[in-house]
């Protein structure tokens, strides 16, 4: 079993859908859960940072921890075309400073306008 | 939020020659930068772990020799393909901490797209 799986779509939604992006993950120790937005050739922009169990809200963008089920969602909201992209979730378990992030392949999001 | 840059941003050489792609932070100083590898429809995976002053440190199965890193100043590090094949086409992107921060975000750079010919 892969550390982190996420179903790479792809998915096609209507512009003003409610999106909704998810990844698994194998390993307990995880505590720092991530959302990156990578727009075709460029490098991941981060887009939703998490610390253990829990919600958070940036405007449109929501982001939920369930350590208990080892289940990450991120949701956008009124979707429009510039939030097609690919959504990678990404992880890591401690801190230090020289933090290991462990990557989902991603998930490529098209909002047709 | 912090900037990171790449240069370049695409290359292509022949089989058998060395590549060097060059990492900046443009606006704060990163003690850590990380080197990833991203093939067509695949996950980001980590190469190494680059320290300033100090030997980088490669994940399993990447090799070494091959993949040289140096990050020999707070705002520089970059990542040699030594005599390189087909195979070791790739996009290459590098991310760094900004120790300033108090989590652990890493800010990615632009990637770099390599074509071994």
């Known amino acids: 079993q892969k550390e982190v799986e996420q179903d790479p779509g792809p998915l096609s939604v209507p512009e003003g859908a409610i999106v909704s992006l998810n990844c698994t993950y194998s390993?307990?120790?995880?505590?720092?859960f991530m959302w990156y937005r990578q727009y075709s050739r460029k490098g991941p922009e981060l887009l939703m940072y998490t610390y253990s169990s829990g919600n958070k809200e940036d405007g449109r963008f929501t982001a939920q921890v369930d350590k208990s089920s080892k289940y990450i969602s991120l949701f956008i909201r009124d979707s429009q075309p510039s939030d097609s992209a690919t959504y990678l979730c990404a992880m890591s378990a401690l801190g230090g400073g020289s933090e290991k992030l462990v990557f989902g392949k991603g998930t490529k999001l098209t909002v047709n306008p | 939020g912090a900037v990171v840059s790449q240069h370049p941003s695409r290359v292509i050489c022949k089989s058998g020659t060395s590549v060097k792609i060059e990492c900046r932070s443009l606006?704060?100083?990163?003690?850590?930068m990380f080197w990833y590898r991203q093939f067509p429809k695949q996950s980001l995976m980590l190469m190494a772990t680059s320290n300033e002053g100090s030997k980088a440190t490669y994940e399993q199965g990447v090799e070494k020799d091959k993949f040289l890193i140096n990050h020999a100043s707070l705002t520089l590090s970059t990542l040699t393909v030594t005599s390189a094949h087909p195979e070791d086409s790739s996009f290459y992107i590098c991310?760094?901490?900004?120790?300033?921060?108090?989590?652990?975000?890493?800010?990615f750079g632009p990637g770099t797209r390599l074509t071994v010919t």
């Open positions: 991310s760094a901490r900004d120790p300033r921060v108090m989590s652990y975000e890493q800010y």
């Open positions: 606006d704060f100083q990163a003690t850590t």
């Open positions: 390993n307990s120790a995880f505590q720092y």
